[in-house]
Nanobody, 115 residues
Framework: VQLVESGGGLVQPGGSLTLSCAASGFTFSSYRMRWYRQAPGKERELVATISSTGSITNYADSVKGRFTISRDNAKKTVYLQMNSLKPEDTAVYYC?????????WGQGTQVTVSS
């Protein structure tokens, strides 16, 4: 299993970013995918989940209405569109997949929201 995140960077408050996670090594279209984030000194937090077909999504209350998770099964990629970014969204963002009892993670991509 390999997960490679990209798209992070520095953005001003109120700005937008789209993160991507390219997957390989497993049957991508069969698995639910998740985005997590971890801010300095804090525990890793589940941000958003998307079902294998993309028909069901769930979000943390802290990002509901601002973030959108989506996927392209043909491209084996999951996305996180982030709008109206706030300084408290600053974190390393990770995508993840659980296969049987094992969680696999990417290396993460840094998102910094600052003026």
């Amino acid at each position: 299993v390999q997960l490679v995140e990209s798209g992070g960077g520095l953005v001003q408050p109120g700005g937008s970013l789209t993160l991507s996670c390219a997957a390989s090594g497993f049957t991508f279209s069969s698995y639910r995918m998740r985005w997590y984030r971890q801010a300095p000194g804090k525990e890793r937090e589940l941000v958003a989940t998307i079902s294998s077909t993309g028909s069901i999504t769930n979000y943390a209350d802290s990002v509901k209405g601002r973030f959108t998770i989506s996927r392209d099964n043909a491209k084996k990629t999951v996305y996180l569109q982030m709008n109206s970014l706030k300084p408290e969204d600053t974190a390393v963002y990770y995508c993840s997949v659980q296969i049987t009892v094992y969680n696999s993670w990417g290396q993460g991509t840094q998102v910094t929201v600052s003026s």
